[in-house]
Every structure is written in structure tokens, then in C-alpha cells.
């Protein structure tokens, strides 16, 4: 899943020895607005029609997004085994997507037999070989559970494109409203060690529309219970820490956006981990809701 908006643009105080940024350009904005307008309606219609259409639309994103994590991870000298962590990655969408949870276990288990021993044959140091071990999972299961969940989600009978739509209302919701009261009312900075275009006023902004959009999307569809309101509250929370979370990883490893060089997959947006770094933060509270009222089955 996608998101449209990331960052709040409050005004910062800048190092003496950092360079002024040059404003975005028109182009560069039309661009975004193009992507935009073409992939809106193209998520929007993959949502509706379900079925195989929505898992490859998931994967892609999966294979996208791990990719990603695994270039910033080498940019960092933190190595990886990138085959085998894109296909533990397809293999437990598809284990959601079948409903078949030997799937992902199986492929969780064999992975990491798999990368520690093809490691250990290589450098024969346990400690290397376990360090490239929980690099090359740690980045694609982070990517792929989230996808898988909102895959399990999509098939909930017979409201699950109603719960897809308000993951996707609470996203948007708390990102563009962030940017927005961000813009209009930012001072006081939320988080500046890990993002510093961040602020309070702007987080407030998005906490606020960010449970009230699902709450009406539920309540025009005639399904809203009150035992959804703490699901609703806390998810906001949740992207706004995924938004930083993600801030935070890409200052570790010293990149500016989440993208692979010469592969533009989003013109004008960054790479797709930047589009999902919230979603990837409430997908699994709405998952985990789902379970506890008994609408998913346990995933073991």
C-alpha cells in the first residue's frame, strides 16, 4: 500500500555548513502529481477486484520494497543475500494469500538454514555468517508479514475491502494531514534527531483526521462498533512511528530516499519503502483486531 505524503515541511534552522536546498521545482511537482493520479486509480481498482491481481500488486511491492532495504543495507557495508530474502519475501505472501500457513514457516526456517550455511561456507566465521543471516531476513520479513496481512485482510467475507479502504483512510489521512497542519501551524519539532521537518502540530493534525476518516468510512458503510475505536485511535500513533522509524534507518545508513540508483519505480515520489513506511505500521494493528474478534484465522 502506498501512501501519498510523508514529511511536514515546518521551517528549520540549518548547520552553517550545510548547503541551502533548492526549491522543488514545477516539473518535479507535476511529476508527482502525474504519478499520482495514474496509480491512485490503478491501487484503487486492484483493492476492488481482489484475488490474484491484489497478491501480485502485494509482491511487487514486497520484491520492490526488500530490494530497497537491502541496497540501503550495503550502502552501510552490511551485506546480504538478496535471492534468498526476495524469496522468503514471495513465499509468505503466497502462504497468506493460499491460506496455507506451513508455507511461511517453511520458508522462514529454510531461509536462514539456507543463508547461515551458503555464509559459513564462504567466510567460515559463525559470527559473519549469523550477522548476514538476520541482515538478509530482518529486511524482508520486516516488508513482507505487513503485505501478507493486508493480503489475509482483502479475503475477510464480506467486509474486507471495506477494512483495506480504512487502513488506507487512516494512512492517508495521518500523513496528509500532518504535511498540512505541519505547513500551516509547525513550531514546536516532533522528533529532529530522526526527522527534523517533523513537528508536533503537524503529528496532531494527522492523529486527529487520521481517526476520524475510518471512523466515517465505518460508519457510511453501516459497520462501525465501538470496540473499533482503540484500533482507530492507536493506528495514527503507529504511522507516525513508522514514518520515523524509517527516517531514523535511512540517516543510519546516510541516504537522502529509500530508492534503488537508476531505478526510478515512482517518478517524483522516492522509492516505495518512502510511500510505505506508515502503512507498514498499521497494517498489522488492523491485522491483529481482525484476530482478536475472530473475522481471520490464526496464522499458525
Known amino acids: 500500500m502506498t501512501t501519498t505524503v510523508n514529511q511536514d515541511t515546518s521551517e528549520q534552522e540549518k548547520p552553517e555548513n550545510e548547503a541551502p536546498k533548492k ?15 495514474i496509480g491512485l486509480p490503478l491501487i484503487v481498482f486492484l483493492i476492488f477486484w481482489g484475488g490474484w ?39 509468505v505472501l503466497l502462504s497468506f494469500h493460499w491460506r496455507e500457513p506451513r508455507l511461511w514457516q517453511a520458508a522462514v ?4 538454514i539456507l543463508t547461515f550455511t551458503l555464509e559459513f561456507v564462504r567466510s567460515g566465521q559463525g559470527q559473519h555468517s549469523f550477522i548476514r543471516t538476520v541482515t538478509t531476513l530482518g529486511g524482508s520479513l520486516y516488508i513482507a508479514f505487513p503485505l501478507a496481512f493486508v493480503i489475509a485482510i482483502r479475503q475477510v467475507e464480506p467486509f474486507g475491502i471495506h477494512w483495506v479502504a480504512a487502513i488506507l483512510f487512516c494512512t492517508w489521512g495521518t500523513d496528509t494531514f500532518s504535511y498540512m497542519f505541519g505547513s500551516m501551524f509547525g513550531k514546536t519539532k516532533l522528533a529532529p534527531k530522526l526527522s527534523p521537518k517533523k513537528t508536533v502540530e503537524g503529528a496532531i493534525g ?4 487520521g481517526v476520524l476518516l475510518p471512523i466515517l468510512l465505518m ?3 453501516d459497520n462501525f462498533a465501538w470496540t473499533m475505536l482503540p484500533l482507530f485511535i492507536i493506528s495514527p500513533f503507529a504511522g507516525i512511528a513508522g514514518d520515523l522509524f524509517e527516517s531514523g534507518v ?13 531505478f526510478d519505480v515512482i517518478p517524483g515520489h522516492g522509492g516505495v519503502l518512502d510511500r510505505m513506511d506508515s502503512v507498514l505500521w498499521i497494517i498489522p494493528l488492523f491485522y491483529a483486531y481482525l484476530l482478536i474478534i475472530g473475522k481471520l484465522p490464526l496464522p499458525f
Do not use: W
Not at 520484491?63 to 519475501?89: P, S, V
Open 53 to 91: 491481481l491484489y497478491t501480485i500488486m502485494a509482491s511487487l511491492l514486497a520484491i520492490l520494497g526488500t530490494a530497497e532495504f537491502y541496497f540501503m543495507e550495503r550502502t552501510k557495508g552490511r551485506q546480504n543475500n538478496a535471492i534468498i530474502g526476495i524469496a522468503a519475501a514471495i513465499a
Open 250 to 262: 535511512k540517516r543510519y545508513f546516510g541516504i537522502k530516499d529509500s530508492h534503488i540508483p537508476g
Open 206 to 209: 494527522g492523529v486527529i483526521f
Open 23 to 37: 526549491p522543488r521545482s514545477i516539473s518535479n511537482l507535476i511529476l508527482r502529481l502525474m504519478t499520482g493520479l
Open 109 to 112: 526456517v529454510i531461509s536462514v
Open 219 to 221: 460508519l457510511r458503510i
